[in-house]
C-alpha cells in the first residue's frame, strides 16, 4: 500500500485509538447526514456518476489505459467546478439545511394573536373556495428564494389577507404567494416560489401545493395552501404536506411550529393525528 491512502492509514495508527474512533465516528455522522440530505434529489444520481468514475479511473490506471486515465484524471480534476455550475439549486439547498436550527429564533407569546388571525382568514378563504398560499417565516430568509414579488411591509390582519387573494382583475397582487416575515408583519405579496423537484407528488397536488412544497424543501418556513378546487387547507412543512386540516388542528400545529421544541413535537402530533382521521372520515356519496 503506498500513496495517499498509505499516509492516510500511518497517521491514524500513531494516534489515541480512542481519538482514532471519534474522529471515524465523526466522518461516518458526516456521511450519512449528507446522504440524507441528497436522498431522492438529482445529487444523489450525482453521487453514483462519481463512483462510478473514480471507479473507472483505478480501473482504467490498473489496466493501464494510458488514453482512458488521462481523459477521466482531466475530468476529475474538474469536477468541482462542474459540480458548482450543474448543481447550484442543489448545493443552496444544502446548505440552508445545515444552517437551519443554528440562529436562534425568536419565539414569544405574541404568536397567538398571528395564528388566530391567519386560521381565521385561511378558514374565510376555504369557504370562498379561493385559492392561496402564506408562507411564514421563521429562522431561514425566504426572500431570497422568491423570484419576484411586490414589497408591501403592512400590519398583519384577517381582512388584509383575504382581500390580497380575491381573484378580481383589478387585484394583480392575487396570484401568488403572501409572505409573512419573522416580524409577523406581511412583507411580500404576489411572491413567486420555487416549484417542488419531489417525485412521486399525487394528481391532487397542483402548482399551489408543488409550490409551497418547494420553498419548506428549500427553507424552514411553514407554508399554509387554500386548494380553489376543494376548499380544503393544506400545510406543508420541511418537504411534507397535510392536506384538510380542520381549523383546530391547525391552530395548534401553527402554535408548535412557533412555539418552541416541545411544542414543535407536539405539533408533529396534531398533523399526525389530522392524518390519520383522514382516512375515518366518512366519504360522500358521489
Not at 495517499?4 to 489515541?16: I, T
Not at 391567519?118 to 423570484?147: C, T
Request: net charge negative; with cysteine; charged share 20%.
Amino acid at each position: 500500500m503506498s500513496g495517499p491512502l498509505a499516509q492516510l492509514v500511518d497517521r491514524l495508527e500513531s494516534r489515541s485509538p480512542i481519538v482514532t474512533v471519534v474522529d471515524l465516528v465523526l466522518v461516518y455522522y458526516l456521511i450519512y447526514r449528507l446522504l440524507l440530505m441528497i436522498r431522492g434529489t438529482r445529487a444523489a444520481q450525482m453521487v453514483v456518476g462519481i463512483v462510478l468514475v473514480v471507479a473507472a479511473f483505478f480501473a482504467a490506471d490498473r489496466l493501464e489505459l494510458i488514453t482512458v486515465s488521462w481523459l477521466l484524471d482531466n475530468v476529475i480534476n474538474y469536477f468541482i467546478i462542474i459540480v458548482i455550475v450543474v448543481f447550484q439549486q442543489d448545493i443552496r439547498r444544502a446548505l440552508g439545511r445545515i444552517g437551519q436550527g443554528v440562529l436562534p429564533f425568536f419565539r414569544g407569546p405574541d404568536a397567538t394573536p398571528i395564528v388566530d388571525e391567519v386560521v381565521a382568514a385561511l378558514g374565510q378563504l376555504a369557504r370562498a373556495r379561493m385559492g392561496a398560499i402564506i408562507v411564514i417565516e421563521r429562522e431561514a430568509d425566504v426572500s431570497s428564494f422568491v423570484e419576484d414579488a411586490t414589497r408591501l411591509d403592512a400590519r398583519l390582519s384577517r381582512q388584509l389577507l383575504v382581500s390580497l387573494f380575491v381573484p378580481l382583475a383589478d387585484n394583480e397582487l392575487h396570484d401568488g404567494a403572501v409572505v409573512i416575515g419573522k416580524d409577523r408583519r406581511i412583507e411580500l405579496a404576489r411572491a413567486l416560489l420555487p416549484m417542488s423537484r419531489a417525485a412521486g407528488l399525487g394528481p391532487e397536488l397542483g402548482t399551489r401545493h408543488r409550490a409551497a412544497l418547494g420553498i419548506t424543501e428549500d427553507t424552514d418556513a411553514v407554508a399554509l395552501v387554500v386548494s380553489e378546487e376543494r376548499g380544503e387547507v393544506s400545510l406543508c412543512f420541511r418537504g411534507q404536506v397535510t392536506q384538510d386540516l380542520d381549523p383546530a388542528t391547525l391552530r395548534r400545529a401553527l402554535h408548535g411550529l412557533f412555539g418552541g421544541q416541545a411544542a414543535e413535537i407536539e405539533a408533529a402530533i396534531a398533523i399526525g393525528e389530522a392524518v390519520a382521521s383522514l382516512g375515518e372520515r366518512p366519504r360522500e356519496a358521489p
